[in-house]
């Protein structure tokens, strides 16, 4: 039986009653989270746009030492993301996600310490390897979740967070950067400080909070865990 039209024949209403409920549990309970999760992902990745309003004259780093400083975010990036992949696939989504989240926040927070253009770089260049695999560990998590039909659905709504991080990270980082000078912090100190916290803390939720597989879902019924590793094995 399928609930997104593609069926041969007519499922009793205990059963569609049983995918709506299971459906619905699953979402609540997931999608909700991994959105906060995208958006600080977001957040720790562009902020050094706005904190480079402070950092560059303070630290005194020419544009184009900046411009390369960003850019080694995406080499890291690109360079781990198959071997993270590939090291997601064997340890399990939760548990590599988890590990993802809080070596980037680590890194971020990091970044408060940046004085020289090497040690910029080099940050740079680790959180991109720390941030790599985070997105394609989402959808591979999601998989084993959500039945093909009902995929691209719940993948497009936690990629709302994209627009949503826009909305808020502009605010709160300028709110930051006011905060230049406090307890003799810079604001773009307190920018990487305050925006990469969540991360580490969301990290050690994400081993509590998240589950592995729906056989192993304590939150959802016998029937409803039933109905769903049938429904992703077919």
């Known amino acids: 039986m399928r609930v997104d039209g593609a069926q041969t024949n007519s499922p009793s209403p205990?059963?569609?009653?049983?995918?709506?409920v299971t459906l619905r549990r699953v979402t609540l309970r997931l999608i909700p989270f991994l959105f906060i999760l995208y958006i600080v992902a977001w957040l720790d990745r562009v902020n050094v746009g706005f904190a480079a309003l402070q950092m560059n004259s303070d630290l005194g780093f020419s544009s184009a030492a900046f411009g390369l400083g960003s850019g080694m975010f995406f080499l890291g990036y690109c360079l781990f993301e198959v071997p993270s992949n590939l090291v997601l696939h064997r340890v399990g989504a939760r548990r590599w996600i988890a590990r993802i989240m809080m070596s980037w926040g680590a890194i971020s927070v990091a970044m408060m310490f940046v004085r020289t253009t090497t040690s910029f770089y080099i940050l740079r260049f680790l959180l991109g390897a720390a941030e790599a695999g985070f997105f394609p560990g989402v959808v591979y998590y999601l998989s084993h979740w959500y039945?093909?039909?009902?995929?691209?659905?719940a993948i497009a709504a936690f990629m709302t967070a994209v627009p949503v991080s826009g909305l808020i990270g502009g605010p709160l980082s300028g709110a930051l950067l006011s905060l230049n000078g406090a307890f003799g912090i810079a604001g773009w100190q307190w920018l990487f400080l305050v925006e990469g916290l969540p991360a580490v803390l969301l990290g050690v939720i994400v081993l509590v909070y998240l589950t592995d597989r729906p056989e192993t879902a304590h939150w959802l019924s016998s029937a409803e865990k039933d109905?769903?590793?049938t429904e992703l094995g077919g």
């Open 227 to 229: 109905w769903l590793v």
């Open 147 to 153: 039945p093909e039909g009902q995929r691209a659905r």
């Open 14 to 20: 205990e059963l569609l009653n049983i995918a709506y």
